[in-house]
């Protein structure tokens, strides 16, 4: 009984599970809405916008911008590793502040090539931030 739960439960799963493959485009955007250097709510805001490059179907090159409201605006560099289909490491470069963050997310599924994405990013001078988003995932 237990194991028939688990595979109708897996089968139920897979049908939800849209995976990108290599040479697929995946563009996207998000706002901070933590960061530990925000003092008070609303004082400012941090965006993001980025188009990966799936090199192979779990790695990625990134390139983006990220334009904040108090703060000189970063072209950003990196790349993503997918841990499995919904679960990702990253780490990118942002030209304009001199600065790295590498952070860890998960990729929601919510229409056939839409991802409902969630980030936490460790900035190296000292900060994090949680983002969240949306990505559109072109399949070549």
């Known amino acids: ?46 965006f993001g916008f980025e188009a ?3 090199v192979i179907r779990k790695f990625t090159v990134t390139a983006g911008v990220e334009l904040w409201t108090e703060r000189e605006s970063s072209f950003v560099f990196g ?21 790295f963050s590498i952070g860890a997310g998960g990729a929601i599924p919510f229409k056939r090539n839409w991802r409902f ?5 460790f900035y190296f001078d000292k900060e994090f931030a949680v983002r969240t988003g949306v990505a559109y995932v072109i399949n070549n």
Do not use: C, H, V
């Not at 790349?79 to 600065?99: C, E, H, M, P, V």
């Open 117 to 121: 994405e969630l980030i936490g990013d």
């Open 79 to 99: 790349s993503r590793w997918y841990l499995a289909d919904k679960f990702f490491t990253r780490f990118r470069g942002l030209i304009g502040q001199n600065d």
């Open 1 to 46: 009984m237990m194991k028939r739960a688990l595979f109708i439960l897996l089968i139920g799963f897979t049908g939800t599970a849209f995976a990108q493959s290599s040479q697929d485009f995946m563009i996207g955007g998000g706002l901070d809405f933590l960061k530990t250097d925000n003092q008070e709510i609303l004082q400012k805001a941090q």
């Open 52 to 54: 990966n490059y799936f």
